[in-house]
């Protein structure tokens, strides 16, 4: 029901930035807020910050915070997961998911693979 295409991710060195981009389509109304999570190798999936569509909270994990911030534009039913200062252990497919309002995630995107190097 509900479509997501993750883009943007790469290789860049430590210290410096991406953006990744979510592009949600089908029945996005469903849905309350989009997370985003990576999954580093050897490691289990984590979770990184979500956005919600209505008002545009947010919501960060620990490890991410002053780093890395999420943004969203309603009409293009895209979030935004802006990536500053990166650490090779930044290191990590990166995922966005759709969530309803009690913060299960039932939509998932395909990933996107971001590489730091030191």
């Known amino acids: 029901q509900v479509q997501l295409v993750e883009s943007g991710g790469g290789l860049v060195q430590a210290g410096g930035s991406l953006r990744l981009s979510c592009a949600a389509s089908?029945?996005?109304?469903?849905?309350?807020?989009m997370g985003w999570f990576r999954q580093a190798p050897g490691k289990e999936r984590a979770f990184v910050g979500a956005?919600?569509?209505?008002?545009?909270?947010?919501f960060y994990a620990d490890s991410v915070k002053g780093r890395l911030t999420i943004s969203k534009d309603n009409a293009k039913n895209t979030v935004y997961l802006q990536m500053n200062s990166l650490k090779p252990e930044d290191t990590a497919t990166y995922y966005c998911?759709?969530?309803?309002?009690?913060?299960?995630?039932?939509?998932w995107g395909q990933g996107t693979q971001v590489t730091v190097s030191s």
């Open positions: 998911a759709a969530g309803d309002v009690g913060g299960t995630y039932n939509y």
């Open positions: 089908g029945r996005t109304f469903s849905s309350s807020r």
């Open positions: 956005i919600t569509w209505s008002s545009g909270r947010t």
